[in-house]
């Protein structure tokens, strides 16, 4: 088809383009994102570019700087699983709050996000940025960190460019996708263009075989993903695209294409660079201090391979060759005509190269802000502390601000991916398996109790049934009692979450690892129990209190907190039993007052 060849065309140049062409930031000043990465990957590898070995063939040693930098930067700005949280905009919304943290933190274990994250701390210091990727693996959300090798992305701006992801596979993995395709591309057709040189007479491949898809998003005009769109340049338009092309021998055909409702990626980028796509990372940071270590380091190289020689001069004419070989012990050697003396070969420019290699150093410490406080060296003798202090807080600032960043990212993705995807699932009737204490798996219980009642008795009363307030307790206390309170699965009723609307919040200052902040925390709290005990009284005051309990993140629960106000509160009502049932026989006649979901029990 004629719109396949031009899709075909455009995807190769734009892989052309991409490869070798470059992109002006102003004038006079170029740049190859391809490149770039290019020398990244080798200079992360000890590799230099125009090969290990030199001149006269000898190995080249390279004095590799950048990695160390980089792994100061992982871990400065290092994120763990326990670092995101599910609050609610609703104080009242506690144990919803409680359940959507335990069904990400379910979901995260599923998918391993704790590796996406470690691979994402580490791939946008190293080259510049990272990638997240969205993929759906049966029926499961997965994010992914696709490798800059593997892609082919616009120099200017990433995400409203095509992008092109390269996927080598196997003939299996090949026959098992193309039934998944629209595309009338039998497997039949690709082995017929795959085998160019006629050599599969059996119609066979082996396992050894490998081949290209590209996997394909960006827009593209219209007739190129719809055969029925118009071809005429006043109503030709582009649409977002998603389209897979295979590779082999240089050439490419077209497996599938269709029209994409949204791009399944995000970009964040290390340090942002005017005038192009790619972000500058460490590596680049130190890309001039690499290239001049390493030829200080192989001019100190010869320099100490003259120095090891021990080499002899003489005028005398006759005296010549190698003493190694052509002088026993104890030859008696004439120097009636010359003497024969030491030739000294140390070269006086060693301290010279040691002094520049610590000044690219200290070039490149400044740049990556990775001075000897935050990376754990010894500091010089002499060096008052608040000197060392106040390096320490401008190197780290920067990591917290590169933190901050990566933490409005994954609020972003879980905003956007995750938490819809979970929303679809947990409002279905499913069974909540989780780790929970007997006071939490109490308030939940007691939460799903009131949902259910409230949902089953507004029902009768709709329908015109008398309902009254002990047919009302009744049916919650019986709710609760099927549960169970050593329940490890909980059945969590379906459309529970259909009017909780979670938010996720990312800490991106470490204080959850900082014991002085935590100690703090929990000192503020019983400070406040002590001063207003009516705090634990009041139900307003207490929605609020659990609210702040919530967001110190302090390892208490609100729900256990809840739990223990009510286990005090009912020994305190212990007393006045009688007097209470009393009361409620007389109010049984009354009309029923449904209860509040997910309000405190006080």
Known sequence: MDSDKKLISEVQALISNYEGGTIEIIDGLDFSQYQTLRRVEYYSNSTYLNGQKDRLGRTKPFYNIVNAKVNVAVRATDFDTKDITVTSDKPHSFVKSLVFSHEVYQWMKRTNFAKTLNDSGEVRPQYGGVIFKKVMKDGELHIEIPEWKNLVTDQSDIMKGTIIEQHNITPVQLAEMLPNFNQDVSWSEALKFIDKAGQLSDGLLTSS????????????????????????????????????????????????????????????????????????????????????????????????????????????????????????????????????????????????????????????????????????????????????????????????????????????????????????????????????????????????????????????????????????????????????????????????FTDFEPSISVITTGEQRNKAVQLESLFSIITAISNNPAILQDPVLMKVFGRL??????????????????????????????????????????????????????
């Open 549 to 602: 309990v919530e967001v110190a993140n302090v390892g208490i629960s609100p729900a256990e907190l809840i739990e223990s106000v009510t286990a005090q509160k009912e020994q305190q009502d212990e007393a006045a039993a009688a007097q209470q049932e009393q009361q409620a026989q007389a109010q049984a006649q009354q009309p029923v007052s449904f209860g509040q979901e997910e309000a405190p029990v006080v």
């Open 209 to 496: 075989d490998t081949f290209v898809l590209h996997e394909v998003h960006g827009p593209f005009p219209e007739y190129y993903i719809d055969d029925e769109a118009s071809t005429s340049v006043d109503d030709m338009k582009y649409v977002d695209s998603y389209c897979v092309l295979l590779g082999s021998g240089g050439k490419l055909i077209v497996l599938h294409k269709e029209e994409e409702k949204e791009k399944p990626y995000k970009y964040l980028p290390w340090k942002q660079v005017s005038g192009r796509a790619l972000g500058r990372g460490v590596v680049e940071d130190g890309l001039e201090a690499q290239v001049w270590s390493n030829d200080l380091i192989l001019k100190q190289r010869d320099v100490t391979e003259h120095a090891a020689k021990v080499l002899y001069k003489s005028a005398n004419p006759e005296i010549g060759g190698n003493l190694n070989s052509q002088a026993l012990s104890g030859d008696v050697i004439d120097v009636s005509q010359g003497d024969v003396a030491l030739l000294n070969t140390t070269s006086n420019s060693i301290p010279v190269f040691d002094n520049l290699l610590q000044q690219w150093g200290s070039q490149y410490d400044t740049v990556a802000s990775t001075f000897d406080s935050n990376t754990g060296n010894t500091m010089p003798s002499g060096t008052p502390f608040r000197q060392t202090l106040i390096l320490n807080q401008e190197a780290n600032s920067i990591f917290e601000y590169r933190r901050e960043e990566m933490g409005i990212m994954l609020t972003e993705i879980f905003e956007d991916w995750v938490l819809p995807h979970l929303a679809k699932r947990i409002n279905r009737e499913h069974i909540l398996g989780s780790e929970y204490s007997p006071e939490e798996i109490k308030s939940i219980a007691q939460a799903f109790s009131v949902s259910k009642a409230n949902k089953n008795f507004k029902e009768m009363v709709l329908e015109g049934k008398p309902v009254t307030q002990a047919e009302y307790d009744e049916f919650v206390a019986s709710i609760e009692d099927q549960i169970g309170l050593d329940q490890a699965f909980l059945k969590v009723p379906k459309g529970y």
